[in-house]
């Protein structure tokens, strides 16, 4: 069987022992991650969220009201932990740990009318395990989804006061070029800022002066000798 099938079919499989009956199959939200558990790995995945003996959905609310079992820390009535059968000389035990069994869900066999083979269909034992284990997956999910939700919220509000301290390192970035800039006169006409590569009249001026100095002394000295005493 190539990956992608089984990928696409790995919800028809209980995640914890490979049950393949469709009908007892539960999403549920475990380890962090939603997996195909069947009913029974619902309930003993989950004991503290149901009374193991009457499989009662529980209501949180009323937590006053439950004894504790020493082993797996499910929570029963008092009135069905009275009556487990569990014995007053050993630490409290619930139903289900006295009896693992009880948390098992199988079709049970029933005879067919009229016919003397049997077909296989469920108890009321088994319905009230698929309906609580049915309780328990939803509320996992719910429970899932509203964690996810809130880390999400704060993940949001995490996001904004980042950028606004980006934006506050940026606008100080900034200003600090400013000052930086103002402080060396840059792109202010200042005179000790030299001269602009764009005045040219003091060389200018420098070099004709020098020129017409030359010019003037050259003629002067031709001239002179006009005396009488020329060679």
Request: hydrophobic fraction near 35%; include cysteine; proline fraction near 3%.
């Amino acid at each position: 069987m190539n990956q992608k099938f089984t990928s696409q079919l790995k919800d028809n499989f209980c995640s914890s022992c490979g049950y393949q009956e469709m009908r007892f199959l539960h999403l549920v939200w475990y380890e962090d991650r939603i997996q195909s558990f069947c009913t029974s790995c619902v309930l003993l995945s989950h004991k503290q969220s149901f009374c193991p003996t009457c499989f009662s959905f529980h209501d949180f609310n009323l937590e006053g009201m439950f004894i504790r079992c020493s082993r797996c820390l499910s929570l029963s009535h008092p009135s069905c932990f009275s009556s487990n059968g569990s014995s007053s000389r050993v630490p409290l035990m619930c139903s289900s740990c006295i009896n693992p069994n009880r948390l098992v869900s199988a079709l049970s066999k029933f005879k067919a009318r009229g016919d003397n083979g049997s077909l296989k269909g469920m108890d009321k034992n088994l319905a009230h395990l698929l309906l609580t284990a049915a309780k328990v997956a939803t509320m996992s999910i719910s429970n899932a989804a509203v964690t996810s939700k809130s880390s999400a919220e704060i993940l949001a509000t995490k996001t904004v006061l980042a950028k606004k301290k980006a934006i506050t390192a940026i606008n100080h970035v900034v200003e600090y070029v400013d000052r930086e800039n103002k402080s060396h006169n840059i792109g202010e006409g200042n005179d000790n800022d030299g001269p602009s590569l764009l005045d040219f009249s003091s060389e200018d001026d420098s070099s004709t002066e020098t020129d017409e100095g030359i010019a003037s002394e050259a003629d002067y000295d031709i001239e002179s000798p006009s005396g009488g005493d020329a060679i």
